[in-house]
């Protein structure tokens, strides 16, 4: 069983910035491409950030785009989300997502493609 664990969520004014982590000890973590989505009470999950297994191919949702960096340490077995100027329509449980991969460079950005999941961690941001 692949166990994903999230931190680094909290309560933050608009503005503020936030660094979430997902550590994933027990798995190769080099052989994963990584995705990090998150979702808002009463709505679907929607897509965050994706690294690819080497780390070269990275891709963002729109709403975070040009305010997010999703990277990847695989000596740590660790993929971070560094979200800067937080608005409160960020509010939501984050969650981080792993899928084996063949392809160093392979980049998945739909939920339905990956294997693992962890249990989030929930980021509140105050207007």
């Known amino acids: 069983q692949v166990q994903l664990q999230e931190s680094g969520g909290g309560l933050v004014q608009a503005g503020a910035s936030l660094r979430l982590s997902c550590i994933s000890p027990?798995?190769?973590?080099?052989?994963?491409?990584m995705g990090w989505f998150r979702q808002a009470p009463g709505q679907e999950r929607e897509f965050v950030a994706a690294i690819s297994r080497s780390g070269r191919i990275i891709d963002y949702g729109d709403s975070v785009k040009g305010r997010s960096t999703i990277s990847r340490d695989n000596a740590k077995k660790s993929v971070y989300l560094q979200m800067n100027s937080l608005k409160p329509e960020d509010t939501a449980v984050y969650y981080c997502?792993?899928?084996?991969?063949?392809?160093?460079?392979?980049?998945?950005?739909?939920?339905?493609?990956?294997?693992?999941w962890g249990q989030g961690t929930q980021v509140t941001v105050s207007s």
């Open positions: 027990a798995i190769t973590f080099s052989n994963y491409a």
């Open positions: 997502a792993a899928k084996l991969t063949v392809t160093p460079d392979r980049l998945i950005s739909r939920d339905d493609g990956y294997d693992y």
